[in-house]
């Protein structure tokens, strides 16, 4: 683990450092109220547990560093589930420096990322998905990603887990009890029970469906606006953003490299590029822009291919291709897609266009938890399949079916952390923000 020690006093400061009018400053660990209470002008020994103390922070010395606010969380409570408190200071970065000084003074480290997080993990507080809850809701961009992982937050997809474990419990049990009484072949009136494990990876196999719509939902989709030079893609990106981001011009190839931009597009986030004109050049810098405008469209889980309707041009073939007609003020297309970046007609059609083109492959999800990680979706779909192993392996006898059942018991314990290797718990605390 990335020096991560449960227990060790730590601190970190929970709000951004910047001018405010607030900051919070969380510390947690062994004893942390007795190394901070000779800095502290209030009585935290004596407090009630979660109740707020109004005091000093003093130096050591008697003088004051600030007037603040400390939450007091005995053993047992608060986030870690150890001994903790919160400081609530104002908000100037030399009063959150000097009250760091304190802190390390009083034989506080500052934590690392994620290092409160994983000591609620390690302490029950929460199991794996809801830890990576935590992370995603502060990374969230629209309403939408927020209270689908709050909903994760809450246990949902460990509940779901603990459901498919029982079942497969069931079916182990009924399966090794019949096996007392034999060898290592199946008994003759054990029948694998099909429409039981098939209901199992159903359920699985939704939830990680889901991923690809929480990912929509939480980063954005990559929407690349490409086309020849000249074609009106600017003008197109401009009106989408109603702003004038990109240079317009009559001249081929102004774009020489990509412009990216986030957005929010009928509700949905996006990373919108504007790309450089794609046609034959000799120019080295301008040859580099389309090279990379040709990458994105690879990468691109949409692309607006934009069309001079009074040219030869034809959009290329592709499931994520959307072709846009341009200068349909000037020369209208009937063969479909089209906008006006000077009237502004038709920019509501492409709008939808994009919003129907990014869900369209988003399979439904009623009354299944959401996921947004691709370490769960893998977890999920490794149960799903040695559950379909266990069902091929019943020709080789009942040890390596009872094998498979428990690799699927193994891998829904990955996913929610009751069995998983430090390399894992390293990788994925490490990413979180500080003051989590």
């Known amino acids: 683990m990335a020096n991560y020690e449960t227990g060790e006093p730590v601190y970190a400061l929970a709000t951004p450092y910047s001018p405010s009018a607030l900051a919070v400053i969380r510390a947690s660990g062994d004893n942390i109220l007795s190394l901070f209470q000779p800095y502290f002008t209030g009585n935290l020994i004596k407090a009630r547990s979660s109740s707020a103390i109004h005091g000093y922070i003093e130096d050591g010395n008697g003088k004051r560093i600030d007037e603040v606010m400390v939450i007091k969380y005995e053993k047992g409570h608060g986030y870690t589930s150890e001994e903790a408190f919160e400081i609530m200071c104002h908000g100037s970065l030399a009063v959150i420096r000097e009250i760091e000084k304190i802190l390390v003074k009083a034989g506080i480290r500052e934590a690392l990322r994620g290092e409160f997080t994983y000591r609620a993990f390690m302490h029950g507080r929460m199991d794996l998905t809801e830890a990576e809850a935590v992370e995603e809701i502060v990374k969230s961009k629209t309403g939408t990603a927020s209270g689908e992982a709050l909903e994760r937050l809450s246990g949902s ?11 497969i419990l069931d079916i182990l049990a009924s399966l090794e009890v019949e096996l007392d009484y034999g060898e290592d072949e199946i ?32 980063e954005g989709a ?30 081929e190839g102004t774009t020489r490299d990509y412009i990216e931009t986030e957005a929010i597009i009928s509700g949905i986030p996006v990373r919108l590029f504007d790309t450089a004109g794609l046609r034959e050049t000799d120019e080295a810098v301008e040859a580099e822009g389309i090279r990379r405008s040709e990458e994105l469209m690879e990468k691109a889980d949409l692309v607006l291919y934009v069309i001079d ?23 209208p297309s009937s063969e479909g897609l089209s906008f006006s970046s000077v ?14 083109k990014l869900s369209e492959d988003l399979e439904s999800t009623e009354g299944v938890p959401r996921i947004d990680s691709e370490r769960q ?19 080789f006898g009942a040890d390596v079916t009872a094998m498979y059942l428990q690799s699927a018991l193994t891998a829904l ?9 430090e390399d894992v718990l390293d990788r994925l605390f490490s990413s979180f923000c500080l003051g989590k």
Not at 195 to 217: D, G, Y
Not at 343 to 356: M, P
């Open 377 to 395: 979706r893998e977890k999920l779909l490794e149960a799903s399949q040695a559950l379909s192993d266990a069902e091929e392996s019943l020709q």
């Open 343 to 356: 009237t502004g007609e038709g920019i509501a059609d492409v709008l939808e266009a994009v919003k129907e």
């Open 157 to 167: 997809i460990r509940a779901e887990a603990e459901k498919a474990k029982d079942a």
């Open 309 to 331: 309707p009074s040219s030869d041009d034809k959009a290329p073939e592709g499931k994520k291709i959307l072709p846009v007609y341009s200068r349909q003020d000037l020369s």
């Open 222 to 251: 990559l929407v690349v606006i490409a086309g020849r030079t000249n074609a009106g893609k600017s003008s197109l990106y401009n009106a989408l953003l109603k702003e004038n981001r990109a240079i317009v011009s009559p001249i």
């Open 187 to 218: 008994p003759d009136d054990w029948v694998f029970p099909k429409e039981r494990v098939v209901a199992i990876q159903s359920r699985l196999s939704a939830i990680a469906s889901t991923f690809k719509a929480s990912r929509l939902w939480s």
């Open 413 to 421: 314990g990955e996913l929610t952390g009751s069995v998983t290797g």
